[in-house]
């Protein structure tokens, strides 16, 4: 499967962003889909995941309460509403798709490209 993530920008401190990732192919809805992210000189870290109905989620506790997923596997997209943006939230947004349910990133066969997230203070 090929991801195409989208929705990135610039956004003030307390903004709202929306993320997209969509998919190609007719297997979207088989893979658990998760967002990581990547901040400049750190670690690839865990956002966010999916599971493949939409009704199982986990958070990172640094954006519980404020991101939100949702997939469309009618439109093989996954999206990341993201309220209340921090400057700690700054990094390149990336998702992914696994065949199981998992936190790390070695657990995911595909990635998208990613997306650059700028929250200014």
């Known amino acids: 499967v090929q991801l195409q993530a989208s929705g990135g920008g610039l956004v003030q401190a307390g903004g709202s962003l929306r993320l997209s990732c969509a998919a190609s192919?007719?297997?979207?809805?088989?893979?658990?889909m998760g967002w990581f992210r990547q901040a400049p000189g750190k670690e690839r870290e865990f956002v966010v995941v999916?599971?493949?109905?939409?009704?199982?989620?986990t958070y990172a506790d640094s954006v519980k309460g404020r991101f939100t997923i949702s997939r469309d596997n009618a439109k093989n997209t996954v999206y990341l509403q993201m309220n209340d943006l921090k400057p700690e939230d700054t990094a390149v947004y990336y998702c992914?798709?696994?065949?199981?349910w998992g936190l790390g990133s070695d657990e995911y066969d595909y990635w998208g490209q990613g997306t650059q997230v700028t929250v200014s203070s």
């Open positions: 999916i599971g493949r109905s939409g009704s199982s989620t």
């Open positions: 192919g007719r297997t979207f809805s088989r893979y658990v």
């Open positions: 992914a798709a696994a065949s199981r």
